[in-house]
């Protein structure tokens, strides 16, 4: 859990028995209309209640229900996609590297670049 | 008013991608005729978004209807759309430029993969220019990196696969540090929409957790631009990959990059926070300072043609960051002519080297002898950038580098003055070594001293005169002669490049 914030954090434990971390900050600059439930983007991505969104926009809403906020899965799974690719292509250029030098160690590439 | 949707600048060569990969298993092959459509609609897409901005302001699309701080927003204001003509220009020029050079350099087996995989690139390019939303940044990020180191590997030279291997492991490191950064800012505000984070981000400005992503922003994205300490990946990839490739990285990837920090320090973050809350001005200015210096003394060193001209992006984006980092209006607007000019510049100048190495196999500096005599449009179009690149008045070069030393008088910063007067001679020296090895120096001993005689018998005899003369194909000379006859053309109406660059300044620094 990476946190840096002077802010008090509160772990509430709803009757759901589901974890909720939730900011509550008391900072006079921050508004009371704002506090919002934090989503755990590195660390767990757990439940939540509601996003930041609703509750600074101070919309009238039914009783909070527990869901699991979809954002923070879609973009570590992207990021996921985006690592497979660079890997995918980190090695087709190793085996190219292979194929061009017949090594693919570094300190030999280097001495075959500097013969030619 | 023109009706344009905005996403038409990327969905237009990312369909185009899909088309020509689908197209290329069957016979009929028309993959270049595809990109050049592509990118043309870019072009002109571009151009009228540029216009609807003028006419009324900053342009929200949203992706899929869905409102912005859900949704994924497109926006088009005055500092996105002025870079949006920039570098669908560049897109477009490099691949009319492409489809002689991929067939003749890089060969007929890797002109379909080149084709999808420069089509993938400018996607990425463009969307890093119109997203609003930070997560959609990473991704066009990564799309147009991963297409680019392909792409390096895809030339002849084996060295070019272990440029490609190093620049992937340094760029994906600065991806992640992105994407650490944008972590950070979702941790915080619970949101990644541009102008949402501007609104929702003031009250937590003096928290750590927001210092932290500002650092991890600038630092991830000053990899992908190469700025000074961080630029060991850029000498060998921009100067053994295709020529055609070359121009892109340093003509959109730099600048894109470059394009996306400036985003990250005026939009997301208020200027307030970048100038006074934090010192991320103050350490980019010795950044650039030190940038512009060491750039112009490397670059002197350089030997090889395609070297040099990798080597002297590292200053010429110093002065990019220097404008960023003095901070006046004025400065600013010459960081973002820069952004243009440069593009115009570089793309320009590695076409060139490009069409030199094609024609004549020349790679060094000193064998350019006479090059001026055979290629003689060529080498014009290179002395216009060169004189550009050095600051000459009338010319592009002038214009950004006097915006930006007038800035930094505004500011109360004079040592800026001699640090580009430096940097001005540096680049004299350096372009000049190769105009006189082009033009005046002579071929061999016993030519040399009847040179002019030798001129002077050409223009006599038509016929001798064709034998001698070897410019590259139209296909390549055009688009070379389009970036340099920019060079003049808005070097000298710079009135319209300057109106809108001002407006955008204005826009970045009043948040408005």
């Known amino acids: 859990m990476i946190d840096g914030t002077d802010n008090s954090k509160a772990l509430l434990l709803d009757n759901h028995n589901t974890c909720v971390n939730r900011a509550v900050c008391d900072d006079d600059q921050y508004q009371s209309g704002q506090e919002g439930y934090r989503s755990e983007y590195l660390s767990d991505g757990g439940i939540s209640t509601f996003n930041s969104h609703f509750d600074k926009r101070g919309w009238d809403l039914p009783d909070p229900v527990p869901y699991v906020n979809p954002l923070p899965h879609v973009m570590i799974l992207t990021a996921i996609v985006v690592g497979v690719s660079i890997t995918a292509v980190a090695l087709a250029l190793v085996i190219r590297i292979n194929i061009a030098y017949g090594t693919i160690d570094e300190d030999e590439i280097a001495r075959i670049e500097q013969d030619s | ?512």
């Open chain 2, 1 to 512: 008013m023109i009706s344009v949707p905005v996403s038409l600048v990327v969905v237009v060569p990312m369909c185009a991608s899909l088309l020509i990969a689908v197209l290329g298993l069957t016979k009929y092959r028309c993959h270049w005729h595809i990109s050049i459509v592509a990118t043309f609609v870019s072009f002109i897409a571009s151009l009228a978004l540029l216009y609807n901005t003028l006419q009324i302001g900053r342009i929200s699309y949203w992706l899929g209807g869905w409102e912005p701080p859900w949704g994924i927003e497109y926006v088009i204001d005055y500092y996105s759309g002025f870079v949006l003509v920039a570098i669908t220009l560049v897109s477009l020029l490099t691949t009319v430029y492409a489809v002689t050079y991929v067939k003749r350099e890089v060969g007929e087996s890797r002109d379909l993969s080149f084709a999808i995989l420069n089509m993938l690139m400018v996607t990425g390019l463009h969307g890093i220019i119109v997203t609003g939303d930070l997560f959609n940044l990473y991704i066009f990020l990564e799309i147009t990196s991963i297409a680019a180191y392909s792409l390096i590997g895809a030339g002849k030279k084996k060295g070019a696969l272990v440029a490609s291997f190093n620049y992937l492991i340094l760029g994906t490191i600065g991806a992640i540090f992105v994407l650490i950064g944008v972590a950070y800012l979702y941790m915080i505000t619970g949101t990644l929409n541009m102008a949402d984070l501007r609104a929702i981000l003031p009250v937590h400005y003096d928290s750590k957790v927001v210092f932290a992503a500002f650092a991890f922003i600038t630092v991830g994205l000053a990899i992908k631009f190469a700025l000074f300490p961080l630029h060991t990946w850029l000498l060998s990839a921009h100067s053994l990959a295709p020529a055609v490739v070359c121009s892109v990285l340093a003509a959109s990837i730099l600048k894109v990059t470059a394009y996306a920090l400036i985003r990250v320090m005026f939009t997301v973050f208020e200027a307030g926070f970048t100038l006074e809350v934090i010192p991320a001005t103050e350490i980019l200015l010795v950044m650039s300072i030190i940038a512009i210096i060491v750039g112009g003394i490397l670059t002197a060193a350089q030997t090889n043609l395609k070297r040099m001209l990798a080597c002297s992006s590292l200053g010429q984006m110093g002065y990019i960051v220097l404008g960023v980092a003095i901070a006046d209006q004025m400065a600013i607007t010459g960081s973002i002519l820069h952004l243009l000019n440069h593009s115009l510049m570089k793309g320009g100048l590695f076409l060139i080297a490009g069409a030199i190495i094609h024609k004549v196999r020349i790679y060094d500096i000193a064998d350019m002898k006479g090059v001026g005599r055979k290629m003689p449009l060529t080498m014009a179009a290179f002395t216009i950038i060169g004189l550009s690149m050095v600051g000459v008045p009338l010319t592009v070069g002038f214009v950004s580098k006097w915006h930006i030393a007038v800035g930094a008088l505004k500011a109360g910063m004079w040592y800026i003055i001699p640090v580009i007067v430096a940097s001005s001679l540096l680049t004299v020296f350096y372009f000049g070594r190769v105009i006189r090895n082009a033009y005046f120096a002579s071929e061999g001993s016993d030519q040399g001293s009847s040179s002019k005689a030798h001129d002077h018998a050409h223009n006599q005899h038509g016929d001798r005169n064709s034998e001698s003369r070897s410019e590259a194909p139209p296909g390549m000379v055009i688009p070379i002669l389009i970036f340099a006859g920019l060079c003049i053309i808005l070097g000298t109406a710079a009135f319209i490049p300057v109106s809108i660059a001002e407006k955008a300044a204005i826009m970045l620094l009043e948040g408005t």
